[in-house]
Nanobody
Framework: EVLLVESGGGLVQAGRSLVLSCATS????????LGWFRQAPGKEREGVGC????????FYAESMKGRFTISSDSAKSTVFLQIHSLKPEDTAVYYC?????????????WGKGTLVTVSS
């Protein structure tokens, strides 16, 4: 069974950085695309970026380039999302997702999300 469990969310002051983690199990970590998404209150879900270790590539949505960094630890089957210089508009539920196909495909497996609230 594929499992994805996000952690690291919480209440954070604007300007600070935060690292979210997504512990995974049930699949060969390096063979899957691992994506981060977010959904702000009242808004549609949007993609942050995606990493695929088998081809050593990381992709970011255009609007997410600069303050977001995706990394992974294959030994721990964990993918990370670091958010720098947090802004109140970064307040959202952050989800990680996985799929055996490349990053440009819809993700089949999803975590339950972790809430990040940024105070001004």
């Amino acid at each position: 069974e594929v499992l994805l469990v996000e952690s690291g969310g919480g209440l954070v002051q604007a300007g600070r950085s935060l690292v979210l983690s997504c512990a995974t199990s049930g699949f060969t970590f390096d063979d899957y695309s691992l994506g981060w998404f977010r959904q702000a209150p009242g808004k549609e879900r949007e993609g942050v970026g995606c990493i695929k270790n088998s081809i050593n590539r990381t992709f970011y949505a255009e609007s997410m380039k600069g303050r977001f960094t995706i990394s992974s630890d294959s030994a721990k089957s964990t993918v990370f999302l670091q958010i720098h210089s947090l802004k109140p508009e970064d307040t959202a539920v952050y989800y990680c997702a996985a799929d055996p196909r490349y990053c440009d495909h819809d993700m089949n497996f999803w975590g339950k999300g972790t809430l990040v609230t940024v105070s001004s």
